[in-house]
């Protein structure tokens, strides 16, 4: 999820620890208030890499600081220091609110379409449901009911009780509305070998990328309605010089590393070569925005690249610094 409905998940769950006796003086209270939303928190520090650059971020995003390791770590560190400042709290109570407050940060990505290598260390894969947007305006808008409610004098702990019950009902229901939408999307391609689906900002609203063994199939689903907007001859990336000089780019491997179904484009230019794969994952208005290009030279030098969203033409050139030709 974003940023901000985990600040407010952080919140809630602060809200809920008021059901537990064990804080129910004001600095107990206080104690687990801080702890829960640092815990909240503290699975992303990892987007601090996207200072470094684009190919370390999405490489690392998600990753081990969502591992089983790190579930485990990150309430005994979180827990200790707190109760290095609040020693009358009772610990175990503490860590297991903590803990909790990090399990679902880790749990609530699973259901987006971007996903989390959760099972790290056993496995690398990236569990990614595609039930829930990344922002999801219906959960971030009960949170804040719940804090209004909440800040004019409602019990918290049943307040956030009653609505986290509303959104377990909530992901059912998401689930069953994108079964629907695989459902037709079968009948329509019964040969797909591999069906993804994405949800958007709009309730009714999901993206679509589909192979079967000869072509890829971009669409969306409006209102149970599906319909495919793109499609594309599968064709196997060849095993050229070009090709395999530009896979040694780092922002190129990071997005290789990321994507489960793309298309290629290889272009000889006068001075240049260009490489460019394209994640059908996240069409937008005719344009497919999350890219990896590599520019390399005549000798395959890699002379310049780039991964990540891009919304224009322009704007990539630019970013990759060189002006076509």
Known sequence: MDTGTHVVMGLALGGLATLDPAFSESSAATCVLISVMVGSQAPDIDTILKLKNNAVYIRNH???????????LWPVLISGLMHQFFPEVNFLHLWLWTFLAVFLHVFVDIFNAYGTQALRPFSAKWLALGVINTFDPFIFGMHIVGLILWAIGADPGYTFLAIYAVLVAYYIFRFMERRVVYRRVLIMIPDATEIIISPTLKFHQWKIAVMNKHQFFVGRSLNRKVEILDQFNRVEVPQTPV????????????????????????????????????????????????VAVVQLDRDLNIKTSYTGWIFSEKKLRKKLEIIPN
């Open 62 to 72: 998600r990753g081990i600081t969502h591992s089983i390791p790190a579930v485990l």
């Open 243 to 290: 090709i395999e000089a530009a896979k040694k780019d780092s922002n190129l491997a990071a997005f290789l590393s990321f994507s489960p179904v793309y298309r290629w484009e290889a272009d000889e230019f006068d001075d240049y070569y260009e490489v460019r794969f394209i994640d059908l994952r996240y069409r937008s208005k005719d344009y497919y925005p999350f």
